[in-house]
């Protein structure tokens, strides 16, 4: 028995749109972007432990 098919891209997709958005609105701007942006991790990043919603 085979399971289905796990589309990493969609799911990621719905974590993000759900969770990630709700998540970005509490967050300060530059800690949201840290979490949730593009670029990679960074020297000078805050440690996920120090960031307070709002």
Sequence with gaps: MRGRAYDAVHY?????QNYATRLRKALDPADSEQLFGTRGAGLFDRLVGEMRVQ
């Design 12 to 16: 990621r997709a719905a974590l993000v």
